[in-house]
Each structure stands twice: as C-alpha cells, then as structure tokens.
C-alpha cells in the first residue's frame, strides 16, 4: 500500500504558473507509471500527464506545450509544472501511482488549482 500526498495547488491568475507536487510513502522506483489527473465540478475524471518508469511521457492533448511531468524515484516523487494557465485548467488534481500495467492504481485525495480570469 502506498499513500500518496499531493501539494503545491492554489489560486493564480490566467497566464500565471503553479508546481504541483506528490510524495509517495514508499518507494516507486518499480512502479510502471505515475501520473497526474483532473476532475472539474461536472466533469469526469480525466488523464492529465504520466510518466513511465522508463520516463516516456504522455499528455492531453489541451496541455500539451504547457505542462511538464517529472518523476524522482530517489525522493519518491512526482511533479507537474503548470505553464500559461487557463481558466479552463480549473480543478481538482489527483496524483495516481500504477504499480504494473494491470494494478489498480493508487490515488492521492487531490489539490485544488483555480485559475482566475
């Protein structure tokens, strides 16, 4: 079992930047991925950014250019750095950990980013 803890979310202006950041309890050296999720109010949860053990990385497509993942296996953490934020990127991040590629992942309980026009 690994809890995962995220930090780093908050209120900024459109155009502003936020990192976010998510410490693991274990280690998550061997884990197949790690990622980062968003849920906004009526919206279903969706992919943000993921990071396999190998550092191959995937975004949605609304992010892409702006938002970077980055993994530390040695502090057991991941970050997402936020670039030229939008009102759009409004919500609740959730930081995931996938042990192997058929695992249910592990979830963090979240941090709120609200972007303000």
């Known amino acids: 079992q690994v809890q995962l803890v995220e930090s780093g979310g908050g209120l900024v202006q459109a155009g502003g930047s936020l990192r976010l950041s998510c410490a693991a309890s274990g280690s998550i050296s061997s884990f197949y991925a790690m990622g980062w999720y968003r849920q906004a109010p009526g919206k279903q949860r969706e992919l943000v950014a993921q990071i396999t053990g190998g550092g191959s990385t995937n975004y949605a497509d609304s992010v892409k250019g702006r938002f970077t993942i980055s993994r530390d296996n040695a502090k057991n953490t991941v970050g997402l750095q936020m670039n030229s934020l939008k009102p759009e990127d409004t919500a609740v991040y959730y930081c995931?950990?996938?042990?192997?590629?058929?695992?249910?992942?592990?979830w963090g309980k979240g941090t709120l980013v609200t972007v303000s026009t």
């Open positions: 995931s950990a996938r042990p192997t590629t058929w695992a249910m992942p592990y």
